[in-house]
């Protein structure tokens, strides 16, 4: 079974930085577009950051273009979501998610979850 473990998430201050990371293993890494989506308390998962099986193609929601960047390195099985600027709004549960299809905004086009990790960010 395909497995995605995250790490990196705590409390940070506002303007400030995090890196998070999702480990995926189970299946051939480099075959997955990879995603990654956030949810606030009472609201429905959104979508944050994708980026193809190579790494060269991205995309980023409104919200959060210009100050987050997603990469990963194939050889660590390993994406990451570097979030810089942080601002309160950002506050949420954040996953990663991975697609067999290709790269994509829409949950439904991701086939397997990480179990999140809060992101805190205090004014």
């Known amino acids: 079974q395909v497995q995605l473990v995250e790490s990196g998430g705590g409390l940070v201050q506002a303007g400030g930085s995090l890196r998070l990371s999702c480990l995926v293993s189970?299946?051939?890494?480099?075959?997955?577009?990879m995603g990654w989506f956030r949810q606030a308390p009472g609201k429905e998962r959104e979508f944050v950051a994708a980026?193809?099986?190579?790494?060269?193609?991205?995309l980023y929601a409104d919200s959060v273009k210009g100050r987050f960047t997603a990469s990963r390195d194939n050889a660590k099985k390993t994406v990451y979501l570097q979030m810089n600027s942080l601002r309160p709004e950002d506050t949420a549960v954040y996953y990663c998610?991975?697609?067999?299809?290709?790269?994509?905004?829409?949950?439904?086009?991701?086939?397997?979850w990480g179990q999140g990790t809060q992101v805190t960010v205090s004014s």
């Open positions: 980026i193809s099986r190579s790494g060269v193609s991205t």
């Open positions: 189970g299946r051939t890494f480099s075959s997955h577009a």
């Open positions: 998610a991975a697609s067999q299809l290709s790269i994509a905004t829409t949950l439904r086009m991701y086939d397997y």
